[in-house]
């Protein structure tokens, strides 16, 4: 079955940009028919999606953070990934990447989530 | 923008008893649009319900959903051990596209 795997820094200085790499294995993102998607979830606080792309490269963000998001996909590598600028102590958090199949509204595979604190 | 409200905020019961949960929204949500999760400590939330009252792959029967409109629920009609746990309601809105979580119910051992 699909698995998600997120990677990257557990640090990330206020200002600085924080870039998250979602692996998936089991299935292929270039095969189309779902979205992939990041979502955070503060800590003991509840769920914030972030946004989504398609294996186009077609993506959609969350108004509230779409100033500072980037999300970008790599088919060659079956990853796709997350990128936030300008962070703050609010950044502070897990972040998700899951799936969502296309014209569905759930996610589901998720991944193990992965920690990212924002401190100097 | 749609807003989900979860109560109560905490459930604590026995295992074997029935849990109910409910998720209100601030605006009617389409069914197809409504799911629940849930999430143990240190785990990622895992679907149970999707389109309201469809169970996802693997999710005992015990747990079920239902509503409309503005109104959701979930049910647990047996808790189990393994039960115990947070759950969130999401929806997707469309205007603009959009998805939003509760802010969870937890659901503890009395």
């Known amino acids: 079955q699909v698995q998600l795997q997120e990677s990257g820094p557990g640090l990330v200085k206020p200002s600085q940009t924080l870039s998250l790499t979602c692996t998936v294995s089991?299935?292929?993102?270039?095969?189309?028919?779902?979205?992939w998607s990041w979502i955070r979830q503060h800590p003991g606080k509840g769920l914030e999606w972030i946004g989504y792309?398609?294996?186009?490269?077609?993506?959609y963000y969350n108004p509230s953070l779409k100033s500072r998001v980037t999300i970008s996909v790599d088919t060659s590598k079956n990853q796709f990934s997350l990128k936030l600028s300008s962070v703050t102590a609010a950044d502070t958090a897990v972040y998700y990447c899951?799936?969502?199949?296309?014209?569905?509204?759930?996610?589901?595979?998720w991944g193990q989530g992965t920690l990212v604190t924002v401190s100097s | 923008e749609i807003v989900l409200t979860q109560s109560p905020g905490t459930l604590s019961l026995s295992p074997g008893e029935r849990a109910t949960l409910s998720c209100r929204a601030s605006?009617?949500?389409?069914?197809?649009?409504l799911a629940w999760y849930q999430q143990k400590p240190g785990q990622a939330p895992r679907l149970l319900i999707y389109?309201?009252?469809s169970r996802a792959t693997g999710i005992p029967d015990r747990f079920s959903g239902s509503g409309s409109g503005t109104d959701f629920t979930l049910t647990i009609s047996r808790l189990e051990p393994e039960d115990f746990a947070v759950y969130y309601c999401?929806?997707?809105?469309?205007?603009?596209?959009?998805?939003?979580f509760g802010p969870g119910t937890k659901v503890d051992i009395k």
């Open positions: 899951a799936r969502d199949p296309y014209g569905d509204y759930w996610f589901d595979p």
């Open positions: 089991g299935g292929s993102i270039s095969s189309g028919g779902y979205y």
């Open positions: 792309i398609y294996y186009s490269g077609s993506t």
């Open positions: 605006q009617s949500v389409s069914s197809s649009y």
């Open positions: 389109g309201a009252s």
């Open positions: 999401q929806q997707y809105g469309s205007s603009p596209p959009k998805f939003t």
